[in-house]
């Protein structure tokens, strides 16, 4: 029961600083935008958080296998907490939007180590038997955290405004911080010596580079993921097309985080066998298929079904994914692991950003979605290509059996 009770409240710390994250995008988005107009701050800020992610996340892998995870948790969330604190003031003596800009990518290098330490963290607090269980439970929070986050930013900003806003978020941190604290079992075991270890950044690398299976899921990843961007800036010229407005938006971000919930609750049941990368074939296909609908359904209501269903794939696709990459990875280097899939996801956002600011209005609007479930669709097929047939089939291997609580 104490593996249990510690995945809560590493559960509940996630929660807490993610959906505190959430409001704090949202506000800060809402008043670089009223403060200029202009929809190239409001991108800057989201490519500055990503590509901060994507360049120091393997740094941050090494820092986690190499020093104490809870203490670098803890580290983590105290310094991102005083940036947003910081942030806080600058917004609210209407500083430059370069220096928001600037503070929010300082947050994103504070804020880098937390994920992979936590990821790899839970192999270390429950047993293998509970993994699944583990990794269903937190997605759950990272879905509930999508539904809430931005809605709570979005009333916090309109309400008492963003500088508000962005200390509330600060004062999330401290939470999390408690949590992590309070949590009894060890964050991992790592050998002497390791601080000395040489190359350590590119090991996470090399690991994935060795295992055909670890190769299968992040590849994939990277090439799925690069159709997020077209989603995210279709969104809002979609729910304007539709007439639905910023309500519209915010139903279809809310559908997308209850479909996750709804995954991931079920996921558990699903991933007690051996089909951990089928079940991540299963929920990619299912985000694809979901894009696909929304290209050519006609109404809110139809649309708002299909992004359920695609968040109902992420919710199994993201739990799968973790526990095979858990049971895979030896303790001594799946901080750096969980870093090299952290970072080769965000390069991957960083690169769909990109594309779809310059593509969107050029293609269109719905064709915007075509072009992110074909890209899902091409992750599917590729992690079916890398993982060959006996791989959809993937029994935890020897070597991460000691590593289990």
């Given at each position: 029961?104490?593996?249990?009770?510690?995945?809560?409240?590493?559960?509940?710390?996630?929660?807490?600083?993610?959906?505190?994250?959430?409001?704090?995008?949202?506000?800060?988005?809402?008043?670089?935008?009223?403060?200029?107009?202009?929809?190239v701050?409001?991108?800057?800020?989201?490519?500055?958080?990503?590509?901060?992610?994507?360049?120091?996340?393997?740094?941050?892998?090494?820092?986690?296998?190499?020093?104490?995870?809870?203490?670098?948790?803890?580290?983590?969330?105290?310094?991102?907490?005083?940036?947003?604190?910081?942030?806080?003031?600058?917004?609210?003596?209407?500083?430059?939007?370069?220096?928001?800009?600037?503070?929010?990518?300082?947050?994103?290098?504070?804020?880098?180590?937390?994920?992979?330490?936590?990821?790899?963290?839970?192999?270390n607090l429950?047993?293998?038997?509970?993994?699944?269980?583990?990794?269903?439970?937190?997605?759950?929070?990272?879905?509930?955290?999508?539904?809430?986050?931005?809605?709570?930013?979005?009333?916090?900003?309109?309400?008492?405004?963003?500088?508000?806003?962005?200390?509330?978020?600060?004062?999330?941190?401290?939470?999390?911080?408690?949590?992590?604290?309070?949590?009894r079992?060890?964050?991992?075991?790592?050998?002497?010596?390791?601080?000395?270890e040489?190359?350590?950044?590119?090991?996470?690398?090399?690991?994935?580079?060795?295992?055909?299976?670890?190769?299968?899921?992040?590849?994939?990843?990277?090439?799925?993921?690069?159709?997020?961007?077209?989603?995210?800036?279709?969104?809002?010229?979609?729910?304007?097309?539709?007439?639905?407005?910023?309500?519209?938006?915010?139903?279809?971000?809310?559908?997308?985080?209850?479909?996750?919930?709804?995954?991931?609750?079920?996921?558990?049941?699903?991933?007690?066998?051996?089909?951990?990368?089928?079940?991540?074939?299963?929920?990619?296909?299912?985000q694809?298929?979901?894009?696909?609908?929304?290209?050519?359904?006609?109404?809110?209501?139809?649309?708002?079904?299909?992004?359920?269903?695609?968040?109902l794939?992420?919710?199994?696709?993201?739990?799968?994914?973790?526990?095979?990459?858990?049971?895979?990875?030896?303790?001594?280097?799946?901080?750096?692991?969980?870093?090299?899939?952290?970072?080769?996801?965000?390069?991957?956002?960083?690169?769909?950003?990109i594309?779809?600011?310059?593509?969107?209005?050029?293609?269109?609007?719905?064709?915007?979605?075509?072009?992110?479930?074909?890209?899902?669709?091409?992750?599917?097929?590729?992690?079916?290509?890398?993982?060959?047939?006996?791989?959809?089939?993937?029994?935890?291997?020897?070597?991460?059996?000691?590593?289990?609580?």
């Open positions: 029961m104490g593996g249990r009770r510690d995945a809560r409240r590493l559960a509940l710390a996630r929660f807490i600083s993610m959906a505190g994250s959430g409001a704090a995008s949202i506000a800060l988005a809402a008043e670089l935008w009223f403060r200029t107009g202009n929809a701050w409001v991108a800057a800020a989201a490519l500055s958080t990503s590509l901060v992610a994507g360049l120091l996340t393997p740094f941050a892998g090494a820092l986690v296998d190499r020093s104490d995870r809870r203490r670098v948790m803890i580290a983590s969330d105290s310094l991102a907490g005083a940036v947003f604190c910081a942030l806080a003031v600058a917004v609210y003596l209407e500083a430059p939007p370069l220096l928001l800009v600037l503070l929010a990518g300082t947050a994103a290098v504070c804020e880098t180590p937390f994920i992979p330490a936590s990821r790899a963290a839970v192999p429950v047993s293998d038997e509970d993994l699944p269980w583990a990794n269903a439970l937190i997605a759950q929070v990272g879905g509930i955290s999508i539904m809430l986050g931005p809605v709570i930013g979005g009333a916090l900003a309109g309400g008492i405004g963003a500088p508000a806003a962005l200390a509330v978020n600060a004062v999330s941190f401290a939470g999390s911080l408690w949590l992590v604290t309070s949590i079992g060890s964050f991992g075991e790592r050998p002497c010596g390791m601080a000395r040489r190359g350590a950044v590119r090991e996470g690398f090399r690991f994935v580079a060795s295992d055909r299976l670890l190769r299968a899921v992040i590849a994939s990843g990277f090439v799925a993921f690069i159709g997020v961007g077209f989603v995210i800036a279709a969104n809002p010229a979609l729910a304007d097309l539709l007439g639905a407005g910023a309500m519209g938006l915010g139903l279809m971000s809310a559908c997308w985080g209850v479909g996750v919930v709804v995954g991931a609750r079920i996921s558990p049941a699903l991933l007690r066998g051996d089909r951990l990368v089928s079940w991540a074939v299963a929920g990619f296909a299912l694809g298929a979901a894009h696909l609908l929304v290209w050519r359904l006609p109404d809110l209501a139809s649309i708002l079904v299909a992004v359920a269903i695609g968040g794939g992420g919710g199994i696709a993201d739990p799968a994914r973790q526990t095979l990459i858990q049971r895979r990875s030896p303790d001594a280097v799946r901080g750096r692991v969980f870093a090299t899939m952290e970072a080769v996801g965000w390069t991957s956002f960083a690169i769909s950003l594309a779809a600011g310059a593509l969107v209005e050029r293609v269109g609007i719905r064709p915007s979605y075509l072009i992110s479930g074909t890209l899902f669709m091409l992750g599917t097929l590729l992690m079916v290509v890398l993982a060959r047939p006996r791989g959809l089939r993937s029994p935890a291997p020897p070597v991460a059996a000691a590593d289990g609580a």
